[in-house]
Structure formats: C-alpha cells, structure tokens
C-alpha cells in the first residue's frame, strides 16, 4: 500500500529552466508533506516543507505546491541548476503518528 | 561538526552473522528513526525511539533490536542474518516540539549480506 507515490522515476532538464517534480498521495489525514534530495552514497537532505492547511511555500529557487483536492503536490525549481542533480525524495506525515511516509524518488538530471 | 553519524558505512558480511550498526546525533534531539532502503530504492521507517523509549516498531522481525543508551544514540542490532537484509540503513533524528517535522539523516550504512 503506497501511501505516497512519484510516478516519474526520473526527469532531465537544461540548465536554467523550470524543473518540476509531482507527487501524489492517498492519505487525507497527512498535515504535513516535504521535500528530500538526495545524492549518491548520502543521506536524504530536508529541502522545504509544507503544512496541508497551506497551498503554496516558497524558499529561494524552491517552491511546494499543495492541491489537497486533488491530493497532489509538486516542487518547482527556478532556475535548475546542474547541481541540483539528485534524487528527490516527496514524504508526508501524519502528525500524531511520527512516522514519515516517502514516495519512491525521482531522478533529477540538470543538463548543462 | 557531524549533525547525524553512523557507523559503519559500509559493512559486508556472511549470512546466519549477527552485527550491528550505531548511531550518533548531537543535535541534541529527543527523537531518532532507523529507516531502511531497499534494493528498489523504497525508504522506509523501521524504529522510532523519543527520550530513548521505543514508541515506532513497523513490522520489523524481531531478528532486529534497537538499543538506545541515551537519547543521543540509537543503535541496531541485527541477529542471524539473511541474503534480504541487504540493504541501506539510515539513522536519523528529528527535535521535539517544531513544526514542519524535518528529520535530519546521516550518511547511511550499505548493509551486504553474502
């Protein structure tokens, strides 16, 4: 039962566009849902977050967008660099249950 | 300055050994997870202990033990182990009382069962 899921396992861009990354999810109950990036042979880095009562949280050249109607979420980044080339990781929590749910990774490619 | 360290990073071994894997934060935070990934790259929570009290325990065999000395280390410990435990390992921890729920990772442990 994937709670959260990323169905593009991997995604190529040129340096200097938009790169989004989709998300989705089956559990109403999540309040909270962040992005992870991760590089080769590291851990998972927080990237940004956002609560379910939000639609929109923007840090730098990162923004979250929350379409809880659809259970959607996406993460823009503007402009891509060749240095953010890494797996992004989507994961949402349900509050009272401490437990961090991830979606299976998307492969960022920034071509320079 | 290591926020989230574990040792070791790599750790290669012959099925039916017993090892272990340890875990140190000094972000002073009171919540720490044990989350493996397996060979499709799924990430997923195992173990949560707050305050070195064990409060997340995800269907894991009982084959694996963690152990949490104080609440800046949480250890794991794995018993007669099998080709599917193969796998990275990470430790991570998380403060008590903010928002946003970031959880910090460390560096991760690849785990080679022979």
């Known amino acids: 039962d994937q709670q959260v899921k990323q169905n593009s396992p991997s995604l190529s861009v040129q340096e200097g566009r938009i790169s989004i990354l989709n998300c989705d999810y089956t559990n109403s109950m999540f309040d909270y849902f962040l992005w992870y990036k991760k590089y080769p042979a590291e851990g998972p880095t927080f990237l940004i977050s956002?609560?379910?009562?939000?639609d929109k949280n923007e840090d730098g050249r990162f923004t979250v967008f929350l379409n809880k109607s659809a259970k959607h979420l996406s993460l823009h980044i503007v402009p891509s660099q060749p240095g953010d080339s890494a797996v992004y990781f989507c994961?949402?929590?349900?509050?009272?249950?401490?437990?961090?749910?991830f979606g299976t990774g998307t492969l960022l490619a920034v071509q320079p | 300055d290591t926020a989230v360290s574990q040792t070791p990073k790599y750790l290669v071994t012959q099925m039916g050994n017993d090892k272990s894997i340890k875990c140190e934060q000094n972000?002073?935070?009171?919540?720490m997870y044990w989350y493996k990934q397996d060979s499709k790259k799924f990430l997923k929570i195992m173990f949560s202990?707050?305050?070195?009290?064990?409060?997340i325990n995800e269907t894991v065999p009982n084959r694996f033990s963690p152990k949490s000395p104080d609440k800046a280390h949480l250890n794991l410990h794995i018993n007669s182990l099998e080709l599917g435990d193969s796998a990275v390992y990470f430790c991570?921890?998380?403060?008590?009382?903010?928002?946003?729920?970031?959880?910090?990772f460390g560096p991760g442990t690849r785990l080679t069962v022979l």
């Open positions: 202990y707050n305050n070195k009290e064990l409060i």
């Open positions: 991570a921890s998380r403060p008590a009382g903010v928002t946003g729920n970031e959880q910090f």
């Open positions: 956002i609560s379910s009562i939000k």
């Open positions: 994961a949402a929590i349900r509050g009272a249950t401490n437990k961090l749910i």
């Open positions: 972000l002073g935070h009171d919540t």
